[in-house]
T-cell receptor, first 113, second 116 residues
């Protein structure tokens, strides 16, 4: 059982480049989330999705876009990479909100130079 | 607004010592959920425990125990007889019942170093 998978594990981007971080889950969870973790900080929510076709902004959405065409996949797109987007990105999923535990992927370490 | 405070940024102990990680939360919801996650040096986030606001019973799982006190808005985590493998960053998190309040709010984490 793979759980939540993320690709790539590491990536270096130049300022202004674009990329998509991939996230997939095989637990048939309705809810999926993207977080970023900066050094010494907790995780901050970028975007979340309550099901296929439905997404909403979290605390720090600027500079990012998401889509959710299937239950399994929730890619995160960076259109014009900036040094401020250097971070570790985590994808998570849960069956529902609130009471339901979120399960996290292994993370993607992104550096923008 | 919801908020989670982990005042201890870093803690260092010697193996076999007991250690308590503090977590204080703020919420106006009457129904809410508290979580602890562990982030070992390898970087993944591992779920440890979930507690709902209606259940103030303490929880014990092996060397781990959790003390939930609504009167002080705290959800503290104790490791008994710590081991080197307990070295990690530990995050406390809070969520409400649903909607935007149903998303997790994380504290900044406490880095625990257990020395042999």
């Amino acid at each position: 059982n793979a759980g939540v998978t993320q690709t790539p594990k590491f990536r270096i981007l130049k300022i202004g480049q674009s990329m998509t971080l991939q996230c997939a889950q095989d637990m048939n969870h309705n809810y999926m989330y993207w977080y970023r973790q900066d050094p010494g900080m907790g995780l901050k929510l970028i975007y979340y999705s309550v099901g296929a076709g439905i997404t909403d902004k979290g605390e720090v959405p600027n500079g990012y876009n998401v889509s959710r065409s299937t239950t399994e996949d929730f890619p995160l797109r960076l259109e014009l990479a900036a040094p401020s987007q250097t971070s570790v990105y985590f994808c998570a999923s849960s069956y529902s909100q609130g009471a339901n535990t979120q399960y996290f992927g292994p993370g993607t370490r992104l550096t923008v130079l | 607004a919801q908020k989670v405070t982990q005042a201890q940024t870093e803690i260092s102990v010697v193996e076999k010592e007991d250690v308590t990680l503090d977590c204080v939360y703020e919420t106006r919801d009457t129904t809410y959920y508290l979580f602890w996650y562990k982030q070992p040096p390898s970087g993944e986030l591992v779920f440890l425990i979930r507690r709902n606001s209606f259940d103030e019973q303490n929880e014990i799982s092996g060397r781990y125990s959790w003390n939930f006190q609504k009167s002080t808005s705290s959800f503290n985590f104790t490791i008994t007889a710590s081991q080197v493998v307990d070295s990690a960053v530990y995050f406390c998190a809070l969520s409400g019942r649903g909607g935007s309040q149903g998303n997790l709010i994380f504290g900044k984490g406490t880095k625990l170093s257990v020395k042999p």
